[in-house]
Nanobody
Framework: EVQLVESGGGLTQPGGSLRLSCAAS????????LGWFRQPPGKEREGVAS????????AYADSVKGRFTISQDISKNMLYLQMNSLKPEDNAMYYC????????????????????????WGQGTQVTVSS
């Protein structure tokens, strides 16, 4: 059974940084896309960042480009999200997810950031940005 366990959430001030981690286990084969999603209070879940596990290409939501960085450590089955310059609007429950879809563009594979393409989800870790 695939399990995804997030950690690293917490409380920080605007402008601060946090690093989220996701430990994956139970894979019988590698998933093409690993991603981070978030659900702000009272809003729908949205994609934040994803990575194609086969080549390391990435995708980001416009709202986090230049501030967040997704990375993976395949040898440890770990996924990370480095979040810098955090803003109050980044307040949300953050989820790690795995899916078996990928996108092709110009002969290069990219990850998907569409929620329906992800079939395994963690329980989430809360990120609170407040002064």
């Amino acid at each position: 059974e695939v399990q995804l366990v997030e950690s690293g959430g917490g409380l920080t001030q605007p402008g601060g940084s946090l690093r989220l981690s996701c430990a994956a286990s139970g894979y019988t084969y590698r998933r093409d896309s690993l991603g981070w999603f978030r659900q702000p209070p009272g809003k729908e879940r949205e994609g934040v960042a994803s990575i194609y596990t086969g080549g390391g290409t990435t995708a980001y939501a416009d709202s986090v480009k230049g501030r967040f960085t997704i990375s993976q450590d395949i040898s440890k089955n770990m996924l990370y999200l480095q979040m810098n310059s955090l803003k109050p609007e980044d307040n949300a429950m953050y989820y790690c997810a795995a899916g078996n879809k990928r996108l092709e563009n110009g002969g290069v594979w990219y990850p998907t950031l569409r929620i329906p393409d992800f079939d395994y989800w963690g329980q989430g870790t809360q990120v609170t940005v407040s002064s």
